[in-house]
């Protein structure tokens, strides 16, 4: 049975060259290696988003070409903690920027650059704002899983933490692991931990307060863990990575179809 091929590191060169001129969206998964409480294994982050986007190429096989995940991202406030694997910032920003560079330079006009991890937010927007600078014949848009109204609307009818229970290896990370590998989870020792200190407009949960600052981890949380993870299910998880892969789809079919205007130069 004839099965389209969706990861581009098992395309040959001129399945790659052949694939540029079908107006595929390039999708990049950008992860991450750090403590999740001493319940979760480092790689949440990673794992997470390299299977959502997984589920989202095999959805629309026709219309992607899925790059290999980013396993490593922005995290020094991380550092406290055994595990982190953290790249600076401006690394981080130009590595993308490199990849999406090389799509640019292969024929692919759409890049959609997925995250996992809050932190690389900044330097992964950036990214996607310079490629189109440098390259306006060419769309790059930045989304996190969690972003989209599809995944929100789901979660939210089946959340049962309190305000500051999702966050980090928290019910909603907690519940996805349990879902994708529960083998690996160790529930005997997840913890409610929403100790770090909230006020108007400075907190930590799935819709961040409007104020953005990182201290460092340790100075917010004794375990790591900011949130309820003891609230975590295995069919919330279900219910998370399901409901980010339809927004995520329908993301990449918005940027799929969505035109790419010359530019014009009023001086």
């Known amino acids: 049975m004839f099965t389209t091929k969706y990861k581009y590191g098992e395309l040959k060169w001129p399945e790659i060259r052949e694939y540029s001129k079908q ?12 403590d999740h409480g001493p319940h979760l294994p480092v790689n949440s982050d990673a794992l997470t988003v390299e299977e959502i ?35 600076r910032g401006n690394i981080l920003t130009e590595f993308v920027m490199d990849i999406c560079r090389s799509l640019v330079r292969h024929g ?7 995250n996992g991890h809050g932190s690389n937010i900044c330097f992964l927007e950036a990214a996607a704002r310079m490629t189109v600078i440098e ?24 959340r ?6 999702v966050s980090h290896a928290c019910e909603l990370e907690t519940s996805i692991y349990l ?14 931990d929403i100790s770090f200190p909230r006020s108007a407009h400075f907190w930590f949960d799935i819709d961040p ?3 953005k600052m990182m201290e460092y981890w340790s100075t917010l ?13 295995a069919k919330k998880g279900e219910i998370a990575v399901n409901s980010a892969v339809d927004g995520l789809v329908e993301v990449v079919k918005e940027l799929r179809s969505r035109p790419i205007r010359e530019r014009v130069d009023h001086h």
């Open 209 to 211: 307060g409007p104020v």
């Open 135 to 158: 390259n306006p014949n060419s769309l790059c848009a930045l989304v996190t899983w969690s972003d989209t109204s599809e995944f929100r609307t789901a979660f939210e009818k089946v």
């Open 53 to 87: 986007c997984v589920r989202v190429a095999r959805t629309i096989p026709e219309e992607v070409v899925l790059l290999p995940t980013l396993q490593y991202g922005y995290s020094p406030h991380h550092m406290d903690f055994p595990g982190a694997i953290t790249i």
């Open 108 to 114: 692919f006009r759409r890049i959609l650059i997925v």
């Open 160 to 165: 049962e933490s309190e305000a500051g229970g």
């Open 179 to 192: 879902y994708l590998k529960p083998e690996l989870v160790d529930m005997r020792k997840a913890v409610k």
């Open 23 to 34: 107006n595929r969206v390039a999708i990049v998964p950008v992860g991450m290696i750090e």
């Open 221 to 233: 949380s004794k375990t790591g863990i900011m949130g309820d993870p003891t609230k975590a299910t």
